[in-house]
C-alpha cells in the first residue's frame, strides 16, 4: 500500500473537523439555520446566462502548492471586487488547515453581495465535502452551491451527497480529474461538471485534462474548467473543448485589479 496522497491527507484531517464540528454545532440546530437562511440563486442557471465565458471568481487564503497566498485578506472586501467585475460565481475556499478558510468567511461573502440583489454571483463553498453535515452548514452560512470531489468519494456518498445538496436547492458542482471520475460523475447525474487541472493526489497541473475530457459529456452537461488558468487564451482554449464557465484562484488573488482580470479573461465587453 502506497503513503497517502495529498488528498487523502487533507480529507483524514476533514472528517476529525466534522466530528468536532458535529459536537460543537448540532445538526438540527445547523438544519433549522439552513430553513432560514437567505434564498438560494440557482448556481446552474446564473452560469448558463453568463457570457461569453462565466468566470467563477475564487477567494482563498492559500494552497498546500503555493503556500500563503493573502493571509490576512477581508473576505467580503475581495468578493465585492469580484462580484463588481462580472463574476457569475464566487468560489470560497472554507478549509481551515491548507487553506486558511472559514465558513464565516463565506458568510461575509454572501452578506456583501447580497446588497446586489437577484442579480448577485452566486457563491460556492468549495472545500472537501464528505459529510451531509457540511452541505447543511453550507446553506446554513448562505451558500447556494457546494464542491463534491468525486475522488475524495464513493458512489454511494456521491449519490448522497448530490441528493442531499438538491433537497436544499443547491446544484452542486462536481469535480473530476480523469475519465474514470467523470464516468462516475455522469452516471451519478451531475448537471454541473468542473474538469479539474490539478491532480489532488498529486497537485500538479496539466491543461490538457479540460481538453481530453470535455468530450465525454452531453450537450445537457454545463462545464467548468478548473485550476491554472491566467489568460484568455487559456479561456478560450477550454471554450473551444467544451467548456462554459471557467474557476479561477491565483491569478485573480494576486491581481492588483481583479475586476479587470475578470473582465478580460470572460471576455466582458468584447
Given amino acids: ?148 470531489i468525486v475522488a475524495a468519494l464513493t458512489d454511494e456518498s456521491l449519490a448522497g451527497l448530490l441528493a442531499c445538496s438538491r433537497e436544499m436547492a443547491m446544484e452542486p458542482l462536481v469535480e473530476v480529474n480523469n475519465a474514470e471520475e467523470m464516468e462516475r460523475a455522469l452516471a451519478a447525474g451531475a448537471k454541473v461538471v468542473g474538469i479539474n487541472n490539478r491532480d489532488l493526489r498529486s497537485f500538479r497541473v496539466d491543461l490538457e485534462t479540460t481538453d481530453r475530457l470535455a468530450g465525454m459529456a452531453s450537450g445537457d452537461v454545463l462545464l467548468a474548467a478548473l485550476s491554472g488558468i491566467s489568460s484568455r487564451a487559456e479561456v478560450e482554449r477550454f471554450e473551444r473543448a467544451g467548456a462554459h464557465a471557467v474557476l479561477v484562484g491565483e491569478a485573480l488573488m494576486l491581481a492588483r485589479d481583479p475586476a479587470a482580470v475578470i473582465g478580460e479573461l470572460g471576455g466582458i465587453g468584447q
Fill in 1 to 148: 500500500m502506497g503513503s497517502p496522497t495529498i488528498l487523502d491527507t487533507i480529507v483524514a484531517q476533514r472528517e476529525q473537523d466534522v466530528r468536532a464540528a458535529k459536537e460543537a454545532v448540532p445538526l438540527s440546530m445547523l438544519l433549522e439555520r439552513a430553513e432560514h437562511a437567505p434564498a438560494v440563486v440557482d448556481f446552474e442557471a446564473r452560469l448558463r446566462v453568463a457570457g461569453p465565458m462565466a468566470v467563477i471568481a475564487e477567494v482563498k487564503r492559500a494552497s498546500p502548492s503555493r503556500g500563503d497566498i493573502a493571509p490576512g485578506m477581508d473576505a467580503a472586501a475581495q468578493a465585492m471586487k469580484y462580484a463588481l467585475g462580472g463574476a457569475a460565481a464566487i468560489s470560497v475556499l472554507t478549509e481551515p488547515t491548507w487553506f486558511k478558510g472559514t465558513v464565516e468567511d463565506m458568510r461575509a461573502v454572501r452578506e456583501a453581495v447580497e446588497a446586489m440583489g437577484s442579480d448577485r454571483p452566486a457563491v460556492l463553498r468549495k472545500d472537501f465535502i464528505i459529510d451531509a453535515y457540511q452541505v447543511a452548514e453550507a446553506r446554513a452560512h448562505g451558500a447556494d452551491s457546494v464542491l463534491l
